[in-house]
């Protein structure tokens, strides 16, 4: 499978984006799918996944804030960010992996990354 990132930009804070990441290969729908990010000077962390059945995982700060989905059918996955923060500006990338993890190593493929900037 590969994937592609898109819909990041600029937003003011409160605001809303909608990430996608498109896939490609056949095999999309048994792949858990998760999203990260990476601000500027910090390390890449988990912020969603969800399983190949739908089960979803956040992390605690998006929580109520962003909604990850998957469309098996058109090969996508989404990540709707809601109530926008400052501190949500960074890099954000989708993979995929053989579960629905908050770890990166358990994802073997990943995109090439959108970027966010939420102004205050």
């Known amino acids: 499978v590969q994937l592609q990132a898109s819909g990041g930009g600029l937003v003011q804070a409160g605001g809303s984006l909608r990430l996608s990441c498109a896939a490609s290969g056949r095999t999309f729908s048994t792949y858990a799918m998760g999203w990260f990010r990476q601000a500027p000077g910090k390390e890449r962390e988990f912020v969603a996944a969800?399983?190949?059945?739908?089960?979803?995982y956040y992390v605690d700060f998006v929580k109520g804030r962003f909604t990850i989905s998957r469309d098996n059918a058109r090969k996508m996955v989404y990540l709707q960010m809601n109530s926008l923060k400052f501190e949500d500006t960074a890099v954000y990338y989708c993979?995929?992996?053989?579960?629905?993890?908050?770890?990166?190593?358990?994802?073997?493929?990943w995109g090439q990354g959108t970027e966010v900037t939420v102004s205050s």
């Open positions: 993979a995929a992996g053989a579960s629905a993890s908050a770890h990166e190593y358990e994802y073997a493929v």
């Open positions: 969800i399983g190949w059945s739908g089960t979803t």
